[in-house]
C-alpha cells in the first residue's frame, strides 16, 4: 500500500486515533443513507430523517410494521459489512503481521459501526430505551444467521469463485450441491424479505444480482486497492 495509508494504519494499529477505517465506514454508510434509489428498487424501507434522541418520558411507541422496516435495514447494512468483511477475511490469509492488524481493526471497528447505527436506527424509531438493548440482541441473532448462511453458501457452491460459480453450467454442479445464484437467493429471500415476497418478485431478483455483482468484484480486486479503500461499489442499473 502507498506510504499515507501505511501511515495511517500505522496511527490507527496503536489507538493514537482511527484514521483508516472512517473511509470503509463511509463507504457502508452511503449505502444506508444515500442509496434510496438502490434501496426503492429492493423494496427496503428507506431510512427517515428523524431524531434519535427521544425527549424525557415520551409515550412514543414503534407504528405498525416499524420492526419488520427497522429488520430489512439492518440486513441491508448488513450485507455491505459481511461483503467488506469477506474481502478482508480474504486479504488476512497468509498475511504479515502488520497487514493481519490492519483487518483485525477494520473487522473490530466496522462492526462496532454496523451496531452503533442499528442501535440508532431503533431509538429513531421510537423502541422504548428499555427495549434498545434486547431488540438489538435480536437484531444481532438476524444478521448472524444471514451472514453464516451466505459463508456457508459461497464456502460449498463456488470453491474457485463467484465468477466461475454464476458462469457453471447447471448440470455440471456435482452432487449436493444447488448452484450459488439459486442458495444466495433463497437465503436473502429467507432473511431480507422474512419469506413474504414470491419467489419471483422482481426486487428478490434485483438484490440477488446485486449480492453477486459486488462479491465478483471484490473478489477481483486487488490488495493494496483494497487495503488503500481506493474503491468503491460496483454499478447496479437502476
Request: negative net charge; hydrophobic residues 45%.
Amino acid at each position: 500500500m502507498d506510504k499515507f495509508t501505511a501511515l495511517k494504519g500505522f496511527i490507527s494499529c496503536f489507538r493514537l486515533g482511527d484514521l483508516y477505517t472512517q473511509t470503509f465506514q463511509e463507504l457502508i454508510l452511503d449505502r444506508l443513507t444515500d442509496s434510496a434509489e438502490l434501496m426503492d428498487l429492493f423494496k427496503i424501507p428507506v431510512v427517515e430523517d428523524k431524531p434519535v434522541v427521544q425527549p424525557m418520558h415520551s409515550k412514543a411507541v414503534p407504528g405498525e410494521g416499524t420492526y419488520l422496516r427497522v429488520r430489512m435495514q439492518t440486513y441491508w447494512l448488513a450485507l455491505h459489512v459481511w461483503l467488506l468483511h469477506t474481502k478482508q477475511h480474504s486479504v488476512q490469509e497468509g498475511a504479515g503481521l502488520f497487514v493481519s492488524a490492519l483487518c483485525a481493526l477494520l473487522t473490530r471497528r466496522i462492526f462496532e459501526f454496523q451496531w452503533n447505527r442499528v442501535r440508532m436506527l431503533l431509538h429513531a424509531a421510537d423502541v422504548p430505551i428499555m427495549s434498545v438493548t434486547n431488540e438489538l440482541q435480536d437484531l444481532q441473532e438476524f444478521v448472524f444467521g444471514l451472514c453464516v448462511a451466505l459463508d456457508d453458501a459461497f464456502k460449498e457452491e463456488a470453491p474457485d469463485g463467484c465468477a466461475k460459480a454464476v458462469a457453471a453450467p447447471e448440470d455440471g454442479l456435482g452432487p449436493d450441491r444447488h448452484g450459488l445464484v439459486p442458495r444466495v437467493k433463497y437465503i436473502l429471500w429467507a432473511n431480507v424479505y422474512s419469506g413474504l415476497v414470491p419467489h419471483d418478485a422482481p426486487e428478490l431478483h434485483e438484490l440477488t444480482v446485486y449480492v453477486l455483482r459486488q462479491r465478483m468484484a471484490l473478489e477481483a480486486m486487488p490488495r493494496d486497492c483494497f487495503l488503500s479503500c481506493r474503491f468503491g461499489w460496483a454499478e447496479h442499473p437502476h
